[in-house]
């Protein structure tokens, strides 16, 4: 990074549609550039005040098995082979208790810095994966215009830095991130470069053809290139940052949430993470607590969490992760140890800024028919609002548009 | 412009360090006027020197294009044997639905299949104006390619539309309208007389056809009414038919469409409705410009959709006449490169450009190159007819031009460049190959490696970026025993790729 040519001024102008309609001249000189507007945004990165990492549990996780309603005969009657008997609980209170794989993030709880809140989910049942997960993501009912929550939230700012939002996973954003600011999207730390940018390449030759190329070019791929090389510059701080993968779990979950830390403690100014964990969606073999899909699971995604917040060391205070799930599943078990597409859910929140050691919301006495659901009692959004308005400082309005959140008491006030 | 607007301005030499960059010549094959090149790359997934060839056997670009308008004749065995490498493909929504229940072959997978012989298609067919335009019409009229329920009847939505592409839209708005994909998705399978859903019924209106500000709520509603009947057995045996049981009786009106509608047997007035859906001056409005945006430019000229508008109205809707006043409208001559190729079209372009050919998926293929296509559009910001949502892939630059996309893109053609990855089930061409004789220039090698790769000319531009990532200068010899060829020939593919010319279309 000792190159002058990296340094180059053109690598400091981003060209965006916002900047064009919002008149970005918030960060710096702005000028008028054939149908684009260039904004000079800061020489170095803002640091992140607060981060938000978004764990989303993709499949609809079960979380009656997660977060047990163990007061409930019902829940027992309809489960009479995957249940989780009441005494095997964890922070068990006079309602609810956690599945006993959770204990790695037993310790957060018991600090006071992990909580759950039941019975959340959407304001009508969706029970198709995918679009579930559009409308939940998006959370922006009737909008004509494709833009998650999480852009609009890294949006509200007025940087334009793709540094901002960073999907781990890479590819194809996750909807919650799509939308009108720019984001980073890989697989890892390590694959956030340009290719044959590399060690087999010391004299940076082929950074300087690509500058050849494309320095010149207008137009927004043109402007794109730019804000490319700015945004891996900035990176490098990430880079440099230990890799402590070996202290998390097997799996992608456990890599995800390794970079993930690396991603915060490199603070090049990070603020939204999405991190993605597979393999919820439990039809078969969710299984008992001696054998299947909710056992591994569970560990897996509680080791995991447990160890990032290890991890983030002295930067685990202004993180905050929520862990959520397109919908929840059936209250009444199948003939295949497994559980049907269902509708309300439990979310985690852990981290900065959370009242935690307790379980939020409300849930009515279940019903264990073949067809019935966990009932919804909190819009997930509120939890979300919650979260944003305390942490970032945002706007409810602004990052979940005509919703009026309700009260959770999750997070403590700003 | 969006990219390549000022490389063409400086097609004078260049120079770096002394050094001066002034565009060699190999005198290859004959390439494509660029006027013809421009029709051609707006069109195919790619300027290959087949398509090069073909093109000028058919006496030019307009020639070539009106040849494509009749996709009936052209044969095409490569792509139509492709449909034999996915059986699940061939099979019907209750075996299909049958395999997801009994965890044989899930829903996501069969999409894969499906997805993957889209990719392929393109890469492959000889009907690239029909292949082009059923992605056109598909996106438009989006059910999206996942694990949902609408897997069991995507495939055969697609064929549905494909065989119309080039039709009319009035056909076309039919098909798709009425299909089980569509009602599964936009809810009017379960659509009934006593609770009819307004979510085709709406979306029929503010995406398909007219667009927002023409129609008011009450129209919603009736246009709600006059879609209920058209049925699917969700979850048993995934039969559509229609049940004038569940058909809403009773005078509909929508904006100026006005019918009795009084026989629970609702097909005609269905079809009536749609033809007049197709036939409203703001539906031409909406199609002229999503084509315009399209093949043309973002933000297109008014005139430009006006016309193709009128053109639109005056053949009852026909797509061939709209295409050909596109193609020879001034504004389509004007638009050279001012369209960004998205994540799918760099893709495949990449395949095409390279040469590499694919051979067929064995049953268990995970690191095939056939299924890695896929991850690799993935990884670059887009799945084939993937989008979530009713109102398709965006069609704009704005949204494929972005960083994270512009480094999965590098990444793609650098992978590719160096024959890396995909590495199973798939054929590169040796890079000594490459070399067009024994002994060449290097300034004379770009040429032809532009000519292979972009179907144009190298520009100094490119030449400087060639010798810049190679360390070399324009005349040094180049052999099949260099350092470039044995080790270091990925650079100079890679950046050929990775160049304005390739990222646009």
Redesign the interface.
């Known amino acids: 990074m000792t190159d002058p040519s990296r340094a180059c001024c053109s690598e400091y102008a981003a060209l965006t549609?916002r900047g064009l309609f919002q008149g970005a001249a918030l960060a710096g000189a702005t000028t008028v550039f054939g149908s684009a507007v260039v904004t000079a945004a800061a020489a170095s990165p803002t640091e992140a005040d607060a981060v938000l990492v978004v764990l989303s549990l993709r499949g609809a996780a079960d979380g009656l098995s997660l977060v047990v309603p163990h007061s409930d005969p019902v829940y027992y009657q309809a489960r009479p082979q995957i249940a989780v008997p009441a005494e095997r609980l964890l922070a068990r209170d006079a309602t609810f208790g956690l599945h006993p794989e959770l204990a790695p993030m037993l310790p957060l709880w018991d600090a006071g810095r992990l909580a759950a809140v039941h019975g959340t989910g959407l304001p009508a049942p969706n029970r198709?994966?995918?679009?579930a997960?559009?409308e939940l993501e998006d959370a922006d009912p009737g909008s004509?215009t494709?833009r998650g929550w999480l852009n609009r939230l890294i949006g509200a700012d007025g940087q334009e830095s793709?540094l901002q939002g960073f999907n781990l996973g890479?590819?194809?954003?996750p909807?919650s991130l799509y939308g009108d600011d720019?984001?980073?999207?890989?697989t890892d730390v390590a694959?956030?470069?340009?290719?044959?940018d590399d060690e087999w390449d010391p004299?940076d030759?082929?950074r300087?053809?690509?500058h050849?190329?494309?320095d010149?070019?207008?137009?927004?791929?043109?402007?794109?290139?730019r804000?490319?090389f700015k945004?891996?510059d900035e990176f490098a701080p990430v880079k440099a940052t230990a890799n402590n993968r070996s202290r998390y779990p097997q799996g992608d979950l456990g890599a995800a949430m390794a970079s993930a830390a690396r991603v915060v403690r490199g603070n090049v100014g990070v603020t939204v993470v999405t991190v993605d964990h597979g393999d919820w969606d439990m039809h078969?073999d969710l299984g008992t607590l001696e054998w299947g899909g909710m056992r591994s699971n569970a560990a897996e995604l509680a080791s995991a969490v447990a160890a990032f917040f290890t991890d983030l060391g002295d930067q685990a205070d202004k993180v905050t992760l929520v862990a959520l799930s397109e919908f929840g599943r059936r209250v009444a078990q199948n003939a295949n140890y497994g559980l049907d597409h269902g509708y309300g859910n439990a979310m985690f929140v852990a981290g900065a800024g959370v009242k935690g050691g307790r379980y939020y919301g409300t849930m009515p006495p279940l019903t264990g028919d073949v067809d019935s659901d966990v009932p919804v009692t909190t819009d997930y959004r509120s939890v979300l609002a919650e979260v944003v308005t305390t942490r970032f400082g945002a706007s409810s309005a602004a990052v979940f548009p005509g919703f009026q959140p309700e009260q959770v008491g999750v997070m403590t006030s700003l | 412009m969006v990219g390549g607007g000022v490389a063409s301005a400086v097609a004078l030499p260049g120079s770096s360090e002394g050094v001066t960059y002034r565009p060699a010549r190999w005198r290859g094959a004959r390439l494509l006027s660029a006027a013809d090149r421009h029709l051609a790359g707006r069109f195919a997934a790619g300027v290959t020197p087949a398509l090069t060839a073909e093109v000028r056997a058919a006496g030019g670009g307009r020639a070539w294009f009106e040849r494509q308008l009749a996709p009936g004749r052209i044969k095409d065995g490569q792509a139509d044997q492709l449909g034999a490498w996915w059986p699940s493909l061939r099979l019907g929504p209750a075996e299909l639905w049958r395999r997801q229940v009994q965890e044989i072959e899930f829903g996501w997978q069969v999409m894969e299949s499906y997805q993957r012989w889209l990719l392929l298609r393109r890469i492959r067919t000889k009907r690239q104006v029909q292949e082009t335009m059923t992605d056109f019409w598909l996106n438009h009229l989006n059910v999206p390619a996942n694990g949902d329920a609408t897997f069991t009847w995507r495939f055969d939505y697609d064929r549905r539309i494909r065989a119309r592409a080039l039709g009319s839209f009035r056909d076309i708005l039919y098909a798709a309208v009425t299909h089980p994909a569509m009602g599964i998705y936009l809810d009017n399978a379960v659509s009934t007389k006593r609770h009819p859903n307004e979510n085709l019924g709406r979306e029929l209106l503010e995406l398909h056809t007219v667009g927002r500000g023409a129609y008011t709520e009450e129209d919603v509603k009736n246009s709600a009414r006059i879609l209920t009947g058209w049925g699917v057995d969700m979850w048993r045996t995934w039969a559509a038919g229609y049940s004038a049981d569940d058909h809403w009786v009773g005078r509909v009106k929508v904006m100026g469409f006005n019918h009795p509608n009084a026989h629970p047997d609702g097909r005609q007035v269905t079809r009536d409705y749609l033809t007049y859906l197709a036939r409203h001056p703001a539906t031409a409005q909406r199609i002229a410009r999503r084509l315009a945006t399209k093949f043309v430019r973002d933000q297109p000229p008014r005139a430009l959709v006006d016309r193709l508008a009128r053109v639109y109205l005056d053949n009852d809707t026909q797509i061939r006449p709209v295409l050909r006043s596109l193609v020879q409208s001034s504004a389509f001559r004007d638009s050279r490169g001012a369209k960004v190729r998205d994540p799918i079209e760099d893709v495949v372009a990449t395949y095409r450009a390279l040469g590499v050919r694919l051979h067929r998926p064995p049953a268990n293929d995970d690191n095939h190159a056939t299924r890695a296509v896929l991850w690799q559009c993935h990884g670059v910001g887009a799945d084939p007819h993937g989008w979530p949502r009713p109102d398709g892939q965006p069609l704009d630059n704005e949204s494929w031009a972005t960083p994270a996309r512009m480094l999965a893109s590098m990444d793609v053609h650098w992978a590719m460049s160096g024959s890396w990855w995909p590495k199973v089930g798939i054929t590169y061409r040796r890079h000594r190959d490459w070399l067009p004789r024994r002994e060449i220039r290097l300034d004379v090698l770009v040429d032809h490696l532009s000519q292979q790769l972009l179907g144009t000319r190298s520009t100094a531009r490119l030449l400087q970026a060639c010798c810049d990532v190679t360390g070399l200068r324009p005349r040094t010899l180049i052999t099949a025993e260099h350092d470039l060829v044995r080790w270091n020939f990925h650079r100079l593919l890679s950046t050929i790729l990775d160049s304005p010319a390739h990222l646009t279309r």
Request: charged share 10%; net charge positive.
């Open positions: 549609r198709s994966h995918f679009a997960m559009e004509t494709r793709p890479g590819g194809v954003l909807t720019p984001v980073l999207s890989a694959s956030v470069g340009i290719a044959g004299k030759l082929r300087k053809s690509l050849t190329l494309w010149p070019t207008t137009g927004p791929l043109g402007g794109a290139m804000s490319m945004a891996i078969s």
